[in-house]
Every structure is written in structure tokens, then in C-alpha cells.
């Protein structure tokens, strides 16, 4: 087993993989940028090297500040988390040749699976559906017109580089082909620096179900079932559960089996995700593979009860799987918000600024991958995710119910959040129902404004803020904060608490 590993990452995933290093005995090494210093992953780390300016390209997608930092730390492996570098065979290939592990897929695997019309050659071979369409690049732009009318309109622009939703684009006539592939080739080579894209057949409101992974160096490979990540926006997730509605055992069992062909064709190690599409009358798409840990692996790891980040560890220290596919159940439901810095009433801009008050909800089946504090500053030069709320519980129904009093209980002060929004989605009948197509967000949430805060309400709020200015000797007002001595300081807590023993 490894002694020392390198998270190359900030925020709610750093934390999560140093607290997986802790439990596993192994010295966590935290990257940051100069505007993270006193960020919660850092301070939660081992040790900690700056690694640049906050700008991530100069930070944490600087490959060879990252190498530095491992070496001067000696650590033997780096956890990428998701995001920044985690699916770069680039990446994948320096730390192989640096003698540093890659927590996370071969730089081969990385490759084909980023490369997503080789992919689909390589699963279509396999003899796996894949979505009707193109399984190479044309020359010439007119090439694409007859392939269209072949596959059949309404079409789907995909970059071949690209996946998440970047750079795709439905044709539903043929006068609107080449325009579109014009703008969504220009779009692509902005986003991916590759020009390259294909046609598809366009699935209408499909389901959005993927399959957790996991493959050791050997050769084995188990699945631990779906995430249903339906309810999307713009193509960010926003509620992922597992199991999926749209499954029975039958169907599950299928896709499952054809998930865990897709890694073997794929000659693909560590921890990874099968996206599948679903569409109206249950068939299913192989759609891409996501080679790294997904935000939503908690819903995974609360209803099977593996711990996901500490099978990539020992996954990539050389380990064995233990785990073997009929050992492995689905039990109860589980939930998962994500709760970013962004305000929902104004068209989900991000809100930077300082948190100046957290109240983290707690309780039975209830837990919170945490990246920030209460003090805390959220930088502008991130994606603004904050937390993720995963609610456990024996059915869907009561999961909702727990997800709604956690919600309830979930304050958040100095920036916006989506926490409101959330609430509002959980609650709504047809979520409820499990109607989750990927259409939801735009059908029922495209007007959303925050209820109105009654009268009696506001009121309320500033006889409280009255009252608890008194109780601190005003502390609202900064002069007189500073004269007074039991002003609550994060920082000193926090520092007390670490040195321990008795005040
Ligand atoms: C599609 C599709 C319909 N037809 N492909 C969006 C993310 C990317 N991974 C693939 N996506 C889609 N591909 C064909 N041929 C619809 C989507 C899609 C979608 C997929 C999953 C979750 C939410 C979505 C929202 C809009 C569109």
C-alpha cells in the first residue's frame, strides 16, 4: 500500500480523497493555488505545496508543477479527483513515465475513451448498440449530408473530443445541416482544440443512466449498478439517485453486463462509468465512458455500501478486487444535491464572495461532502460546487423527505446557493412520481423564482439579527468587534481543536 499520495484537486473532492487517505493510513499531500491557502483542503492535508497563480492552467492544470510537487513530497501516487486533469492521457502518460501512480485508468484506456467516434468503433465491433450514426470523420463537409439522410432527421452534432454537452447541436431539417456544422465545428475547436465532429441519430427525452465500474490490473471487472442522472440543466447535473425508476432487474442486469464488456474492450483499469442513454420504449445506448470518480459516487457507495475512493487506492497500489459481483447489492435509496455558488433566480450566476455563516445539516442517513467552511471565500476561478448533500433511506419516497428536512436545515449566508431551488425540485409532484427524463429541468423549472418572503417573515429575520448583534456586544459593527474578546474566530477554534487537550 501506498505511504504518500498527492490529491491534485481542491474543494469538496480534495477533501473527500484526503479523508479516504486518513482512514487508510496514507500520508495526503494537498495542491493549491495562491487564492486557496487557507482553503479546507489544505488545511485538512498532510502537507501542502503551492503550486501557482489561481488561474487553473498556471495551478491545477500545470502537469509539471504537480510532478514537482510529488517528487519534492515523495509521494508515490496522485489521486486527480474530477475535473482539471483527471481523464489528460497526457497526464496519465507523464506520471507513468515519472514513476509516479496514476490513481485512475492506463493512458491507452484514457485515450480511446476520450476519443469518442474510436470509441464507438471499438463497442460497435464489440458487438455493443451504440446510438445510430457515424463511426468516423469525414474530409469534406458534404460528406455529412447523405450520411444524415441516411441516419435519418431529426440529427445530433457531437465533437468527437468532446462529451458532457459541449458542442452539440440537433438538426431537425436538412436546409439547417451545414450551417450548424460549421458553427458546431468553429465551437469545437474553441472548446477541444479539434475540429472533428459527427452525426448521430437525435433520441428524444431519453434517460440519462450510467453504471459505476470498477476493474483491477488483472483483468476482473465488477459493476455496482446505475446512478440515474436525469435531472440535468444545461448539461450539469443537479440530482442524481440510485436505483433508477426506469430499471427492472432484467434490464439492469443487461446493461450492467454490457458496462462491464465496455471496460473489457476497452482494456480500461481503476474506476470508471458506462453512460448509457434510455429512451421511451427501454432500449439502450452505449454513450460514453466517464474514466474517473464522478461527482455522484456517494448515491453508489450509500446503497452498496463500497467505499469507491478506497477501491481506486487499492486498485492502483496493485491490490486485487475483493469484491465479486455476487456479493454485491442494491439496498434502500439513495439522493444526492449538489449545492453550488450560484443563484438560481438570476439564470445560475456564480457567487463568489466570503460564506460567513455555515450550518451543515446532519442526521440519520444524511451526509455531506463538504469542500468550504463558515469563513470561508469562494474564488471566482472554479467551478462554484460547494457540496453535495447524499441523503440514504429505505425507499424513494422517505429519501425525498429526507432530503427535504436536510435541506431545511442547510443555512448558507454570504453568497448565493442553490439550496432554495433544490428544494423546490424535490418537491415537486412529478419528480416525485420519478417522471426524470432529461427534459425535466426545462419543462417544469425554466421560470423558477424564489418564493416571495412574507412580511411577518422579514421582520422576524431582523428582530433575530437585532438581537444576536446585542448578544455579541454588537459585533455587526467592526469597531467594536475588535474591543471585544468572545467575537466566535473560526481560525482560533479550529486551531484549538487540532492542538487538542483541555482549554
Ligand atoms: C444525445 C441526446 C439525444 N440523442 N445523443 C448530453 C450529454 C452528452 N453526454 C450526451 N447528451 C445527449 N446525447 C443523441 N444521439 C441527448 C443528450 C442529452 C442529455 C443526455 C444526458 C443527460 C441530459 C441530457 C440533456 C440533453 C441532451
Redesign the pocket.
Not at 200 to 204: L, Q, R
Given at each position: 500500500m501506498f505511504k504518500k499520495i498527492l490529491i491534485a484537486n481542491r474543494g469538496e473532492i480534495a477533501v473527500r480523497v484526503i479523508k479516504a487517505c486518513q482512514e487508510l493510513g496514507i500520508v495526503s499531500v494537498a495542491v493549491y493555488s495562491e487564492i486557496d491557502r487557507a482553503s479546507l483542503h489544505v488545511q485538512m492535508a498532510d502537507e501542502a505545496v503551492c503550486i501557482g497563480p489561481p488561474p487553473a492552467v498556471e495551478s491545477y492544470l500545470n502537469m509539471d508543477r504537480i510532478i514537482q510537487a510529488a517528487h519534492a513530497t515523495g509521494a508515490e501516487a496522485v489521486h486527480p479527483g474530477y475535473g482539471f486533469l483527471a481523464e489528460n492521457p497526457s497526464f496519465a502518460r507523464l506520471c507513468e513515465r515519472e514513476k509516479i501512480i496514476f490513481i485512475g485508468p492506463n493512458s491507452r484506456a484514457l485515450e480511446l475513451v476520450g476519443d469518442k467516434v474510436r470509441a464507438r468503433r471499438t463497442m460497435e465491433k464489440a458487438g455493443i448498440t451504440i446510438?445510430p450514426?457515424m463511426n468516423r470523420i469525414p474530409k469534406e463537409i458534404t460528406e455529412f449530408e447523405p450520411e444524415a439522410r441516411q441516419i435519418g432527421y431529426p440529427?445530433?452534432i457531437?465533437a468527437s473530443a468532446?462529451?458532457?454537452?459541449k458542442g452539440?447541436r440537433?438538426v431537425f431539417l436538412e436546409d439547417e445541416l451545414r450551417p450548424s456544422l460549421e458553427a458546431g465545428m468553429r465551437e469545437a475547436k474553441a472548446a477541444f482544440g479539434d475540429e472533428s465532429v459527427y452525426l448521430?441519430?437525435?433520441?428524444?427525452e431519453?434517460?440519462?443512466v450510467e453504471f459505476q465500474v470498477l476493474a483491477d490490473n488483472y483483468g476482473h471487472i465488477v459493476h455496482l449498478f446505475e446512478r440515474e442522472?436525469?435531472i440535468?440543466r444545461r448539461?450539469q447535473?443537479i440530482i442524481e439517485e440510485s436505483p433508477s425508476l426506469a430499471l427492472d432487474s432484467q434490464l439492469r442486469q443487461r446493461m450492467g453486463d454490457t458496462a462491464k464488456k465496455v471496460l473489457d474492450v476497452s482494456g480500461y483499469n481503476n474506476a470508471g462509468t458506462v453512460?448509457f442513454?434510455l429512451d421511451k420504449n427501454r432500449n439502450f445506448?452505449f454513450?460514453?465512458v466517464n474514466a474517473r470518480l464522478q461527482v455522484e459516487h456517494p448515491v453508489t457507495e450509500l446503497v452498496t455500501g463500497v467505499d469507491l475512493v478506497h477501491q481506486q487506492i487499492r486498485i492502483a497500489s496493485g491490490e486485487k478486487l475483493s469484491l465479486r459481483q455476487e456479493d454485491l447489492k442494491q439496498h434502500g435509496h439513495a439522493l444526492e444535491c449538489r449545492i453550488y455558488a450560484e443563484d438560481p433566480a438570476k439564470n445560475f450566476l456564480p457567487s463568489a464572495g466570503k460564506i460567513l455563516y455555515l450550518k451543515e445539516p446532519k442526521g440519520p442517513g444524511v451526509r455531506h461532502d463538504c469542500g468550504v467552511y463558515s469563513g470561508s471565500e469562494v474564488p471566482i476561478y472554479y467551478d462554484p460546487i460547494l457540496a453535495k448533500l447524499i441523503v440514504w433511506a429505505e425507499t424513494r419516497e422517505l429519501a425525498c423527505r429526507r432530503m427535504n428536512s436536510a435541506l431545511d436545515d442547510y443555512v448558507v449566508l454570504g453568497i448565493s446557493t442553490t439550496i432554495g431551488f433544490l428544494k423546490d425540485v424535490i418537491s415537486h409532484p412529478r419528480f416525485r412520481e420519478g417522471a426524470t427524463t432529461?427534459?425535466f429541468i426545462k419543462n417544469y423549472f425554466e421560470q423558477w423564482q424564489p418564493r416571495e418572503r412574507s412580511e411577518e417573515m422579514l421582520r422576524l429575520a431582523l428582530a433575530a439579527a437585532a438581537f444576536d448583534d446585542f448578544n455579541r456586544g454588537g459585533a455587526l459593527k467592526p469597531a467594536a468587534a475588535s474591543q471585544t474578546k468572545d467575537v466566535f474566530s473560526p481560525w482560533q477554534s479550529l486551531g484549538e481543536w487540532k492542538i487538542g487537550g483541555k482549554r
Open positions: 446510438i450514426g440529427v445530433m457531437k468532446g462529451g458532457g454537452g452539440m440537433i448521430e441519430k437525435y433520441i428524444e431519453p434517460r440519462h442522472c436525469s440535468q448539461h447535473k453512460e442513454l445506448y454513450l460514453e432529461t427534459g
